[in-house]
Structure formats: C-alpha cells, structure tokens
C-alpha cells in the first residue's frame, strides 16, 4: 500500500513538474514586440527576430495598422491617437516622413510632406475656422513662400519665416485695400505700393461696358478719364 502511494504521489509530482517547465517554456518564448510604447500593448502581424515586421496591427492607448521594420511603423500606415487624430501616409523609423494627410478631431487638416514627425516641404494646411495655407513648411512652421487665407477674407501671398511673414508680400485687408511691401516677424516694415478695391454696381459696370464698345478703351482707361473730367485742373495742381 505505501509503494502505490508513493507511485501515485510520484505521479504527481512528474507531472507538475511537465506542466510547470511546460509553462516556462511558453513563457520564454520570444514574442513579437512593437518598439513605440503608446501601442505596445496588443500586436497582430508578420514578425522577425522578434520584431513586428511586415504588415500588422499594434494597439495600445493609441492604434497603428500598416507598415513595420524592426519593431517601428516603416512605410505606409494609418496612425490613430487616443484623442481622435488621425495621420495616414508615409513612415521611416517609426516616424511620420513622405507625405501624408493628418486629421484632426476638432475640423483642421494638413496634406503635404513630412520630415521627423513635423510638416516639411510642400503641403497645404486649414484650420478649424476656416483659414487656409498652402506653401512651404520646416520644422512644422509656415516657412519660404506660400499664400494665407485669412477666415476674416484677409490674404497674404508671399515670403515666411518661422510661420510668421518676412521678406517681400502682398496684404489684402478684409475692407478690400492692399499693401505690397517688407515684412519682418509678422509686421509691416516698408510700404512699396497701396491699392483700394472698388465695388460698382451691376448698372455702372453697363455703362462703362457700353462706352468701352464705342471707344475701343479699357474699363479702367474710361474710369480714369472719367476721374480727371470730374476733378477740376487747379485742384489736380495742388495749391503751389
């Protein structure tokens, strides 16, 4: 009776022994990690030497499908961030390089190039109020040239730097009038030229389109001539 107990309880012992290294084993077993800890947590996908690589989906408190080298996003994939953003484009070394489109949760986008995670390049962005850039970017600031659409109907096509205007540009106010001049930092330095915009109703543009027939001249030629006709001579000569 004691050698079947002791038979038994060998048994036993055996075969948690078989399940303990079992599970160890299981344990060690090398698994197929993302290198970006916002989306470590949870992986599906090709893998080599232990590195998702190749197509997959790494989720986390953020969530990425696509693209994967050595453990990083590399080449094309679509990146979702726990706030509602999201980028979809090019990837080189678990970062956003090539082109691309961001979204933002809140209405504002940006299409163009990317260097090392910032807008680089060529690339057009629009704010949540509606105000539009397109143009050149470094370092994810407006910079070289590119035109700016204010949400108020203001206008600025010309020379940036550090997302601010400087060098030469041409300003449209939102009341219509134009300045052409220097910028530095944002701020109107030198003053080339000015221009006011003119609204005319829809029964002068007629006439001056009728007169423009018959005489063979621009609208502005006639508006012009108009102009001096009703301004007295002296006046036009000042009080010399």
């Not at 219509?176 to 543009?205: A, N």
């Amino acid at each position: 009776m004691k050698t079947q107990n002791q038979y038994f309880c060998g048994l036993i012992v055996l075969c948690i022994w078989i399940v303990v290294v079992s599970t160890s084993a299981f344990a060690e077993k090398p698994k197929c990690r993302v290198l970006d800890p916002d989306i470590d947590q949870e992986y599906t996908g090709g893998c080599k030497d232990g590195l998702a690589d190749g197509h997959g989906i790494a989720k986390g408190r953020d969530a990425y499908e696509g693209d994967f080298l050595k453990g990083k996003p590399h080449g094309k994939g679509v990146y979702t961030w726990h706030n509602g953003d999201v980028y979809k484009g090019e990837w080189v070394d678990g970062t956003r390089t090539g082109w691309g489109t961001l979204k933002r949760l809140n209405g504002a986008y940006y299409e163009g190039e990317w260097k090392n995670g910032n807008r680089d390049g060529n690339g057009a962005y629009k704010w949540q109020n509606g105000a539009y850039y397109e143009g050149e970017w470094k370092n994810d600031d407006r910079h070289g040239n590119g035109i700016y659409f204010g949400s108020d109907n203001s206008y600025y096509k010309g020379e940036w730097r550090n997302g601010l205007q400087n060098g030469q540009g041409l300003y449209r106010w939102p009341d219509g009038t134009y300045f052409k001049g220097q910028w530095q930092d944002g701020k109107c330095l030198k003053e080339e030229t000015r221009e006011v915009t003119i609204t005319l109703e829809q029964h002068v543009v007629d006439i001056l389109e009728a007169e423009s027939q018959k005489t063979g001249e621009s609208l502005s030629a006639i508006m012009t001539r108009a102009i001096k006709q009703a301004i007295p001579a002296d006046t036009e000569k000042g009080n010399d």
